[in-house]
């Protein structure tokens, strides 16, 4: 049955709206843009008032599995991070928008050689990449799914001749120096875990999200072992979570790090800070 692309949007509107989607409208039109391949805008006049079966049928699938609130992302395989798109899959974390502050606070600093611990799908150390086209750098995970996610990203971003992903249990593998560690470590409390959305609490890996303790041990390790691998003037940039400021900034100071400089996310919270070790 031909249907047209105005009922198809009303019709996987309400469902999503029903289905406890914050932005429901806004989601049905990526998630068919997807499937068509198009802007709904460009589509030809005989798909708009007449979608084929094959794209409906698509359509329905996606519609059915952002019902059961599985993230757009990990239906459509993408995100656009920074200006760039990512490959996204269950292994890695989505890309979240606030994390663009620690981008550009890294983007700030003086920099040849960057470290990304932690570094899931890529999408910090490829857009700090491909914005310093004289920059190198590597990028460790602990988790080998989202290392394979990681070097499609350098690739597909044009940056992979100039970075190195490897398996590492943070600094484990790493056995040299930079000048800049950045780092979007799990910082999520393990009890605030159960009230997460559930496009997070059921989709997102749970090696993304925390460690299993009050959401700071990530940031002890860190602040413990960072020094090692930093050139003397270097400096480490970790995001936190929005409660997080003071209880992080004081586990740094306790391990010879001041505090450089914040940035903010869009809310206004405290983001990313840049730490200097002590001289
Ligand atoms: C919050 S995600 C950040 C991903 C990506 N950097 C971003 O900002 O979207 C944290 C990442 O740390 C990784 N991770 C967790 N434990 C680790 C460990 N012991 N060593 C290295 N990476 C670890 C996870 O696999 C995950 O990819």
Redesign the pocket.
């Known amino acids: 049955m031909s249907t047209a692309v105005p009922d198809l949007m009303n019709d996987a509107t309400a469902r999503l709206r029903d289905a406890g989607v914050h932005g429901a409208g806004r989601d049905a039109c990526v998630l068919l843009e997807h499937v068509v391949g198009c802007s709904l805008a460009s589509l030809s006049e005989a798909s708009y008032y007449s979608l084929p079966a094959r794209l409906q049928h698509a359509f329905e699938n996606a519609v059915v599995q952002r019902t059961a609130r599985k993230p757009v992302s990990q239906i459509t395989g993408q995100r656009e991070f920074f200006g760039r798109r990512f490959k996204v899959t269950s292994d ?2 989505d ?2 928008p606030d ?1 663009e502050s620690l981008v550009l606070l890294a983007l700030s600093k003086n920099f040849r050689c960057i470290l ?6 890529g ?2 150390l490829v857009s700090i990449l491909a914005e310093r086209s004289a920059a190198i750098g590597a990028g ?4 080998e799914k ?1 290392l394979a996610v990681a070097r499609q990203n350098a690739e597909r971003n044009g940056v992979s001749s100039r970075c190195d992903f490897r398996h ?3 600094f484990s593998t790493i056995d040299r120096k930079f000048d800049l560690i950045i780092s ?3 910082y999520i409390d393990r009890y605030e875990c159960a009230s997460l959305a559930p496009e997070i609490r059921l989709y997102e ?1 749970r ?2 999200l925390t ?1 299993g303790g009050d959401g700071t041990e990530a940031f002890r390790i860190l602040a413990s072992k960072a020094k090692n691998h930093l050139y003397p003037g270097g400096c480490l940039i970790v995001e936190i979570g929005s409660k997080q400021f003071e209880p992080v900034k004081g586990i740094f100071a306790g391990h010879g790090f001041d505090l450089d400089q914040v940035k903010r996310d869009l809310d206004g919270n405290i983001r990313a800070l840049s730490l200097v070790p002590r001289p």
Do not use: E, K
């Open positions: 890695v974390l890309p979240r994390s990304d611990v932690g570094t899931g799908s999408c910090l460790v995970d602990i988790c989202a590492s249990n943070w979007n470590p799990p890996p090696h993304a460690l």
